[in-house]
């Protein structure tokens, strides 16, 4: 179930559900109506389903399912509760160098753990990863 919109891009937006079964709260990335009927587009989203699918890594997202409904496709991923470093170059000005150095050695690991596999992330930018706090632990990028 569909709960509120998280964010969007130019193609997709991401929004908060609710796992009918087993009510777990996870992210769904869904083609924006206008780019259903695009082939390219409708492949495309599919396509990073299945790539980043194949990733195991701390800094990079968690799919958990993907396909189409009422001709609209859709990727289900683990929700990622926290903020992007978009939203903290705002309100911060910008970020310190161990900050900065924090955040890009896990962009690094994670893109290192996805380029092992032959993935290409595509669009790496401030409003893409997202750094978490997790309860007990320490900032986490993903």
């Not at 160098?97 to 790496?124: N, Y």
Request: proline content about 4%; some cysteine.
């Amino acid at each position: 179930m569909l709960r509120r919109p998280l964010g969007h891009g130019g193609i997709c937006t991401v929004y908060e559900a609710v796992h009918l079964y087993t009510a777990r709260r996870v992210a769904v990335k869904v083609l924006n109506e206008e780019y259903r009927a695009h082939d390219e587009a409708r492949l495309r989203l599919l396509d990073e389903a299945r790539a980043i699918g194949m990733v195991r890594h701390p800094n990079v997202v968690e799919v958990h399912d993907a396909g189409t409904w009422e001709d609209a496709p859709y990727l289900v991923m683990g929700l990622v509760e926290g903020r992007a470093i978009e939203g903290l170059l705002t309100s911060r000005g910008r970020l310190s160098v161990a900050d900065t150095a924090t955040v890009s050695r896990q962009v690094a690991l994670g893109l290192g753990a996805a380029h092992a596999l032959g993935i290409v992330h595509r669009d790496v930018k401030p409003g893409n990863v997202l750094v978490v706090r997790p309860p007990g632990g320490r900032e986490q990028c993903t």
